[in-house]
C-alpha cells in the first residue's frame, strides 16, 4: 500500500490496481498511507443482475428493459424466480459464478464455498493483529444460529453462555471494518439523517455473501429448488434483500413500524409475489431488489 504513493510521484504514467481483502489493514495502522494519492473502490460480490447477466444473458435482456409499474408475465415471473433460487445457492462470489457458467456442478460450487470459508478462518489468526483471533471466529461461526432464530436483534449470548459485549465487541467491529459482516443498526426514530438515531446497542449482523450463508446453513439445495419450506428461509431471503441494497441506499428502516408512525405515500416490499401496487404498498419480486432504485 505504502509503494502506491511512490508509483503515483514518480511513475504517474502507470496505472496501477492493487486488490485485496483489507483484512487487518484497517486496523492494523500502517506505518504510512498514501492519503489524498489512492483511490479506493469497494467491491462487493455480485450483486444478482450482474449474476443474472452472467448465467442467463438472453432473458437477462427482458431483465433490464422491465419498467416502474409494468407486469411481469407469468411465463417470466417464473423463470426469474427460478434464477433467484439460484442466486440463494451460488452467491455473487466471482469464482463460484465462473464455475457454475462453465460447469453447471452444483457439488464444485459446495466445494469452492467450502474452501472459501476454510481460507477466511485462516485468515482471521493471520491477519487479527491485537485483537483475539479466537473471538472473532466465534463471532463469524455464529452468524447461522443468529439468523436462524430470527432474533430482533443481535444477542451474546448465542456466541457462547454468559458472553458479554465487551468481551466481543472489538471481534465484531473487525469483522463488519474487513467486510466480512454487514450491520445494521436500529433507529429509534425513521427520521433524516437515519445515523443520528441509530441504537447502537441494537442490531443485527449479516454474512457478506448469500450464497456463502446458505452453505454455512447447510441447506439442501433441493428445500430451494423445489420452493419447499425450510427453517432458514426467512434468514436467507432478509440475507439476500440486503445485500442487493447495499450501495442504492443506505439504510432501511423497519417496514411495518414505518407504515403505522409515518404513513408513506409509497412504501416497498419484498417477496416472491408478482410486480403489483395495492394502494400505498407496491410489491417488488425478490429478483428486481436490485434495481429498487430504478424501479422507485
Not at 433460487?85 to 460447469?103: D, K, M, R, T
Not at 485483537?131 to 444477542?155: A, D, P
Not at 445494521?184 to 441504537?199: D, G, I, Q, T
Not at 395495492?278 to 428486481?288: A, K, R
Request: charged fraction near 20%; charge should be neutral; glycine fraction near 6%.
Amino acid at each position: 500500500m505504502s509503494a502506491l504513493k511512490y508509483f503515483r510521484e514518480k511513475a504517474n504514467e502507470y496505472h496501477v490496481i492493487a486488490a485485496g481483502s483489507l483484512l487487518g489493514t484497517l486496523l492494523a495502522k500502517p506505518k504510512s498511507y498514501p492519503a489524498g494519492q489512492v483511490n479506493l473502490i469497494e467491491v462487493y460480490p455480485l450483486f444478482f443482475d450482474e449474476f443474472f447477466a452472467a448465467v442467463d444473458e438472453p432473458l437477462y435482456g427482458y431483465y433490464t428493459q422491465i419498467k416502474k409499474g409494468q407486469q411481469i408475465e407469468e411465463i417470466f415471473h417464473s423463470r426469474l424466480l427460478e434464477a433467484y433460487n439460484y442466486y440463494l445457492i451460488i452467491g455473487g462470489l466471482p469464482e463460484c459464478v465462473a464455475s457454475w457458467v462453465q460447469y453447471k456442478d452444483p457439488q464444485r460450487i459446495r466445494q469452492i464455498q467450502d474452501e472459501l470459508v476454510s481460507i477466511y478462518e485462516n485468515d482471521f489468526s493471520k491477519h487479527s493483529g491485537k485483537i483475539n483471533s479466537g473471538r472473532i471466529l466465534m463471532v463469524f461461526r455464529s452468524i447461522v444460529s443468529q439468523l436462524g432464530k430470527e432474533n430482533e436483534k443481535f444477542i451474546y449470548g448465542c456466541i457462547k453462555e454468559g458472553a458479554r459485549a465487551r468481551e466481543f465487541e472489538e471481534a465484531i467491529e473487525w469483522l463488519v471494518s474487513a467486510g466480512m459482516l454487514n450491520r445494521v443498526y436500529n433507529v429509534s426514530k425513521p427520521e433524516h439523517p437515519l445515523k443520528a438515531f441509530e441504537e447502537t446497542s441494537y442490531f443485527k449482523l449479516f454474512l457478506f455473501d448469500t450464497g456463502l450463508l446458505k452453505h454455512m446453513a447447510a441447506i439442501d439445495n433441493a428445500a430451494i429448488l423445489l420452493k419447499s419450506d425450510y427453517q432458514f428461509k426467512g434468514a436467507l431471503t432478509e440475507n439476500f434483500v440486503l445485500q442487493q441494497l447495499q450501495g442504492q441506499f443506505e439504510a432501511p428502516p423497519s417496514f411495518k413500524a414505518y407504515i403505522k408512525n409515518r404513513q408513506p405515500q409509497t412504501a416497498i416490499r419484498f417477496s416472491k409475489r408478482g410486480y403489483v401496487t395495492d394502494g400505498n404498498i407496491t410489491n417488488l419480486p425478490l429478483y428486481l431488489a436490485a434495481m429498487t432504485s430504478k424501479l422507485v
